[in-house]
């Protein structure tokens, strides 16, 4: 007989989820009402509003994807794409690698700029590519990559393409809410995040924005878009904009009762707010990780604040390690990812996480288990 | 300045999201843990079990997909269709109707058979299909069709199938936990369900289950899968079998700990008892129904007990009904579809909504509101 699960109390300073606050979890419990309930409805736009005021964009078209980051990403994908466009793709770690795989599922054709893993997108190589392929509908890149902890010059990016006629698809899953993201100013036309990292929500949607640009290249399309699920000619006839709610799939009522109560609190704390309190918390961490020996993988100048990518020290075995850290101390990190396995640990200071006793949690098991 | 959403406490009678148990709302409030945490690998090899036993199968690729019930339809089809397929897809109702989408947007040719909204499956029509185009792979169909509550011949129509060679995908996201669905003894391939239905979890997971032919199917494909947030070759990964859990997208946690809780009260109660419960509720509301003159849509042998489609009376306009018995009595009810909206009303008994105290309400509102 199987009986109810009741999970470990753990601190979360791994790649996301990150640690979600008690006001979060406790709007999951609340009553569920119907999808079609006015009161819902009601919700649905105070939802959207505060996307817009975290995405720091007036987009007509922003809304949470009722499924987890992936599927964020891949609604912009296959509604942007037709059969052989062409997009250009910045690889830079897991997540550009992802991008890959969209574009091609997708019937597009895939031009690919690499760095290195841990480096920043490299906007020479992006211009170079842009020049080189006039006819590419489109740009894509990662602003925070969550394998490596790099952010990228999205401000840069967003104008070289513009420059060149491209739209912009950008993901954002890791910076939202930790890093400014200012969509309408740099000019991104489909961007995507997730719920589970500095929006301190639970895993399981993924708000998305479109701008109107991109909006009228999805109602212009000449083919359908290849997933129902995820059509946004579908999607918009139930989250508006406009007053009339046509059912295309059920929400996940209360995952949004959950995403609500996060966006209200970031909009109490203030965006910027937010962006000081993780750069903060980052400081004290990049200090106390030097004091023990412990360095960055990338360069100062393009560390995300809310994920820190940093060295495992010679001689620490990191399964053991991480084991016991989750053991000994209830606190998960993350593990590197591709080249970087056994050899990095990903420490995310993300929404809730980005705290001072989190921090000190992190330094005092990091220095119990490393010695 | 946006507050703190707080729901109204409705009872909910609708087509699902139906009432969720206290025990569920309290499970999804959890503590959030990462999903490599064993403690969380643990609690998914108990849903998968868990899972196997409502869906009475074995099937060892048997689990939640991470988005609601049309992701949970699209998954069975992308991942078995090949572009030039041939699927013979049964239309009575929206979800057949869905079904075709789906089929056409994986480059599929689907070869309609119709019946009438309210009708169920007729299976000599299927036969004859099946006969003239021998070449067909899959048989698609609609077992609990939640536009209109009928019950199809899910066993007649898999023994066609199989007899014609073809692999089946079922949908019955609405009869999971209200009538018996017997994969392995009926034999359906690609079997999808919902959560919010008569498993009284909140909406956002869709519960599936592939055959062992299927599974091959999909690991033989030629071409990729089109969706890669759905690729069972990817999601196999994580969900296993197999003891290595490779990360492929962030698994919604808490709306996880919902479904287990769901799926061990349903354990609790033994499935024959949920499925005499449905009938007993749904022969209390029919009686009572038939004391203020409503009568059913569907034909008294092909009706879901957990979805009750009734003629709305003469003289009784649908949406000022149905806005009073949700202002004045916190009731939630269905409206028709298609050809049935205005003339039809739909009342879900699932799950924790089909029990005697919400029977009673139903009653003495519908009284109120149609004199």
Redesign the interface.
Known sequence: ??????????T?M?P??S??HP?I???????????L????IG?MD?VK??LQYAFQTENALTLPV??????G??ACFVNLIEPGDKVIVCVNGVFGT?MI??V???GGEAIRVDDAWGQPVDTNKVEAALETNPDAKILAFVHAETSTGVESDAAALCALAKAHDCLVIMDTVTGLAGVPVKVDEWGADAVYS?T?KCLSC???ISPVTFSERAAETIRNRKT??????LDMNLVMGYWGPGAKRAY????????L??L??S??ML?EEGLEASFARHKAMHEKLRDGLAEIGIGYLVDEAHRLPQLNAVMIPQGVDDATARGRL?NEFNL?IGAGLGDFAGKVWRIGLMGYSAREENVQLCLDALKAVIK
Not at 224 to 229: A, R, Y
């Open positions: 007989m199987i009986t109810s699960f009741k999970p470990p109390q753990r979360l791994g996301g989820p640690d979600v006001r979890l406790e709007a999951l419990g609340r009553p569920t009402i119907g999808h309930d006015p009161a819902f919700m105070e509003t505060l009722s499924a987890p980051g992936s599927a990403m891949e992802r795989e969209n091609t599922r997708s997730g589970q639970t895993p399981g359908p878009v290849q997933s129902w699920f295309h799939h059920t929400a996940p009522i209360n995952a009762y959950g609500h109560e966006l209200v909009q989750l998960e």
